[in-house]
C-alpha cells in the first residue's frame, strides 16, 4: 500500500507543478452544505445520521457528462465497474458477486420512484447521465424507508429547469470510434418546470465485438400549485451492444482487444454474436400535497415496460416484462420532531423465452419461464431534536416479497416461491444517534438490519443450473456504523467512517463447465471497513484574481471483507477474502478555475490488487488510472460555450474496469482500453 500511495502523491505534486494558468468556470465543487433528501429527512449532511454522498450537477459535468463510471468511482465505497461498453455493474460497500450484468443488491430511484423491478433488477445502463442533475447514495441497508436490499440506495433526479427558454447542443468525440451526441430544451418558471432531453451514444469499442448504440429521450415536467407540486415523468431507452466475453490471463496477454474465442466444447462470443438488444419505458406521476397543520402526502405512481434479447454463447434469451408500482409517505411536523409513515409496492410479470443459438439466430425453442413477482414494503420513522444538539432517527420497515414461478415445459421441482421466510415477516430497523458540536462538527452512530432476496434470474439459473439445487434465501445484513462530519463553508469538508456489516446466507455467483450461471449461500460474510473523503477549497472563488478558484479531494479507502462461514461441497473458503474487492482504495482530484474561463481538471483512482475467485487463487494487479481533461467555458451575452479536450488512461495503464469472478476455465479478465483520447463541444442558447 506505501508505494501505491506514494506513486498517488509523486503524480500529484508532479502535475501540480504544471498547473499555473488553468482552471475551468463551470466545474466547481461546491463545498457548501447540501440538503440530503434520502431518508425523507430533507436535512444537511452535517446533520444527517449516516453516511450519504451527495453528488452535484457541478460534479457530473465535470466528468464531461459521458458516462456515469467516473462520477461514481470518485466516491468513498461506490465501484462501478463497465466490464465492456454499456455492460454496469454496481457495489457499495461490497462486492459485485451477484450480478454478472445489471445492478442487483442495490435499490435505485428515478426522481423519488423506484426502477428496481420486482425481480430485484436494475437496468442502469438504460438511464442517460446527461439528463441527471443530482444523485444521493445511501450506503449499507436502508431498508427502514426503502424496503429490500443490503448494498445501499442510489437516488437519481433530472435536471432543474433554468429560468426562461433555453436551448443547449453538444458532441463528443472519442477514440474507438466515441460519437455522443444531445440536444435538449428547458424552460423554468414559479409555475412549471420542463426539462426534455434526447442523447445518442455511439462507440465502436476498443475490443472485438464491443460495439454500443444507445439512444435515450428524457422528459420531465412539474407544476408548481398552491398546494400541490406535481410531477409526470417519461424515459424511453433503446440500447444494443455486444458483448465480447472474458478471456483468460494467456488469451489477453496474446490479445487484449480479443472476443472470447470458440474451444472444443463451445462456440465464440462473436460466432454466436453475443449481445443485448433492449428497449424500455418508464412513466411516473407524483404528488406532493401539502396539507394542514403541518402534514405533508407525497405519492406516485410508475409504469415500466422492457423487452430485451441476449443471445448468449449456449442460448438465445428473448425477455418480455412489465412492472407497476406505487410509493406513499405522510408526514407530520412537530416543533421538535417529524414522523413519516409509509408504503410502496412493486409487481413484475416477465416471461422468458429460451431458444438454442444458431449463430446469433433463434433456432429451436428449450423452453418458456413466465414469473410473476411482488414486493411489499410498509414502514414508519421518527426524529427527535433532543437537548444538548443531539438528534435521535428511528425507523422500521416490515416486507413482502414472492415470486410466482412456471416453467414450460412443465418443470416439477419448484413452482412457487415465497422469500418471506415465513411464519417470520422479514422486517428492517434503524436508529441513528447525531451530536452536533456547534455549526463545523458532527459525530453520528448508526445502527441497521436489512435483508435482500434472491432475483428472480437469481432462482431461476439456480435451479436450472445448480449441481444440487438447494432453495436460495434471502442475505440478511447486520450494519453498524461511527462516523465524523466536518464542514467549513468554502474551505474543507470531510468525513470519516468506521463500518462493519455481518452478512448471513449471502449470494455468490458460480459457472458451469459450460458457462452457466447459477447462486450459491454462503453461510456468513464479515466486511469491515474505513472511509475518509475530503474536498478542499484551496482558492475561494474571487474574480479579481488570474486563478479564480482552485478544489482538491482526496478519498482513501480500507475494505477487510472476508467469509466468515462458507463451504461449498468439499471445499471450505471460510476466512478467505472476498472476490472483486480491492482492500485499499485511493482517489484524488483537481480542479483549477482561470478568470478568463480556461480550466482544467485531473482526477486519480486506485485500486489494489483483489482475488478473482473463491479458493483466492488468482488477483489482479495494482492499477492507478489517470485522466485529465481542460478548455474552455464562458458565456457571451445569451450563448454559453465550453470547449474541451482530455486523455482518459493518462499512463497507459494494462488493467481491467471489470472481472467475472469465478469463472471457468480462468477466464476472468475482459481488457479495459489504453491511453485514449477526447473531446467536444457544447452550446447554450437563452432566449
Do not use: C
Not at 454496481?90 to 450484468?101: D, E, M, Q, W
Not at 447514495?137 to 433530472?158: C, R
Not at 460555450?641 to 476455465?665: M, P, Q, R, T
Amino acid at each position: 500500500m506505501g508505494k501505491a500511495y506514494s506513486k498517488i502523491i509523486g503524480y500529484a505534486f508532479l502535475f501540480l507543478s504544471f498547473l499555473d494558468v488553468y482552471s475551468q468556470a463551470d466545474s466547481t465543487i461546491l463545498l457548501d452544505e447540501t440538503v440530503v433528501k434520502g431518508f425523507e429527512t430533507n436535512q444537511s449532511i452535517l446533520k444527517t445520521g449516516a453516511s450519504v454522498n451527495k453528488i452535484s450537477f457541478k460534479d457530473i459535468e465535470r466528468f464531461g457528462n459521458t458516462n456515469p463510471v467516473e462520477v461514481l468511482n470518485a466516491q468513498a465505497g461506490v465501484r462501478l465497474e463497465e466490464r465492456s461498453s454499456g455492460s454496469y455493474r454496481i457495489a457499495i460497500r461490497g462486492s459485485s458477486l451477484r450480478s454478472p450484468f445489471g445492478v442487483r443488491n442495490v435499490k435505485v430511484y428515478w426522481n423519488n420512484i423506484p426502477i428496481s423491478d420486482g425481480n430485484g433488477q436494475s437496468y442502469f445502463n438504460q438511464l442517460d447521465i446527461n439528463s441527471i442533475g443530482n444523485i444521493e447514495i445511501l450506503k449499507g441497508p436502508s431498508g427502514s424507508i426503502y424496503g429490500a436490499g443490503i448494498g445501499g440506495v442510489i437516488s437519481l433526479q433530472t435536471k432543474n429547469a433554468l429560468p426562461g427558454h433555453h436551448i443547449s447542443s453538444a458532441i463528443h468525440f472519442g477514440s474507438f470510434g466515441t460519437r455522443n451526441t444531445l440536444i435538449s430544451y428547458q424552460n423554468g418558471s414559479s409555475k412549471n418546470n420542463l426539462f426534455l432531453n434526447f442523447s445518442s451514444n455511439i462507440s465502436e469499442g476498443y475490443r472485438d465485438h464491443s460495439a454500443l448504440d444507445r439512444k435515450t429521450l428524457n422528459i420531465s415536467n412539474t407544476f408548481f400549485l398552491a398546494k400541490h407540486t406535481i410531477s409526470f415523468f417519461g424515459l424511453l431507452s433503446d440500447i444494443d451492444y455486444l458483448t465480447p466475453g472474458g478471456l483468460t490471463l494467456a488469451q489477453m496477454e496474446a490479445n487484449r482487444k480479443a472476443a472470447r474465442p470458440k474451444t472444443p466444447a463451445t462456440p465464440g462470443a462473436a460466432e454466436q454474436k453475443a449481445g443485448i438488444r433492449q428497449k424500455i419505458g418508464v412513466f411516473g406521476v407524483s404528488d406532493q400535497w401539502d396539507l394542514k397543520n403541518n402534514w405533508s402526502l407525497n405519492s406516485a405512481v410508475f409504469f415500466t415496460a422492457n423487452s430485451l434479447e441476449n443471445p448468449f454463447i449456449t442460448n438465445y434469451e428473448q425477455r418480455k416484462e412489465h412492472t407497476e408500482g406505487y410509493r406513499l409517505v405522510l408526514s407530520k411536523k412537530f416543533n421538535q420532531a417529524k414522523l413519516w409513515l409509509g408504503s410502496e409496492g412493486l409487481q413484475t410479470f416477465s416471461t422468458f423465452d429460451v431458444f438454442d443459438n444458431n449463430f446469433g439466430e433463434k433456432a429451436a425453442a428449450r423452453y418458456t419461464d413466465e414469473i410473476g413477482s411482488s414486493q411489499n414494503s410498509v414502514f414508519l420513522q421518527g426524529q427527535w431534536t433532543l437537548p444538548n444538539d443531539f438528534i435521535l432517527t428511528s425507523g422500521i420497515s416490515f416486507n413482502a416479497q414472492k415470486y410466482d414461478f412456471l416453467r414450460i415445459p412443465i418443470l416439477a421441482s419448484v413452482s412457487k416461491i415465497d422469500i418471506s421466510d415465513k411464519p417470520v415477516v422479514p422486517f428492517s430497523p434503524r436508529i441513528a444517534l447525531l451530536k452536533s458540536f456547534g455549526d463545523k462538527n458532527s459525530i453520528f452512530i448508526n445502527f441497521s438490519n436489512g435483508f435482500s432476496s434472491p432475483t428472480a434470474q437469481e432462482l431461476v439459473s439456480s435451479v436450472q443450473n445448480s449441481p444440487n439445487f438447494e432453495l436460495l434465501k434471502a442475505e440478511k445484513g447486520l450494519n453498524k456504523e461511527l462516523g465524523f462530519k466536518h464542514v467549513s463553508t468554502g474551505f474543507w469538508n470531510a468525513e470519516l467512517v468506521f463500518f462493519q456489516q455481518n452478512i448471513k446466507n449471502g449470494l455468490v455467483r458460480n459457472l458451469t463447465t459450460g458457462g452457466n450461471e447459477y447462486f450459491l449461500n454462503t453461510g456468513a460474510i464479515l466486511q469491515n471497513g474505513i472511509e475518509f473523503s475530503n474536498n478542499f477549497g484551496l482558492v475561494r472563488t474571487n474574480t479579481t484574481k488570474f486563478i479564480k478558484e482552485a478544489n482538491f479531494g482526496l478519498n482513501l479507502v480500507y475494505n477487510d471483507f472476508i467469509y466468515k462461514e462458507f463451504t461449498s461441497g468439499t471445499s471450505d473458503f471460510s476466512n478467505k477474502d472476498l472476490p472483486g474487492v480491492s482492500k485499499y482504495n485511493g482517489f484524488l482530484k483537481l480542479d483549477i478555475i482561470q478568470q478568463k474561463g480556461f480550466f482544467i481538471n485531473y482526477d486519480m483512482n486506485y485500486l489494489s490488487k483483489m482475488p478473482l475467485n473463491d479458493v483466492n487463487a488468482v488477483f489482479s494487479e495494482d492499477v492507478i488510472l489517470s485522466q485529465i481533461r481542460g478548455g474552455f467555458s464562458q458565456n457571451f451575452g445569451k450563448v454559453g460555450l465550453k470547449v474541451y479536450a482530455g486523455i482518459d488512461n493518462l499512463f497507459d495503464e494494462d488493467y481491467s474496469s471489470g472481472y467475472d469472478f469465478n469463472a471457468f476455465g480462468n477466464r476472468f479478465y475482459n481488457p479495459s482500453p489504453p491511453r485514449n483520447f477526447n473531446g467536444g463541444v457544447k452550446l447554450d442558447f437563452r432566449f
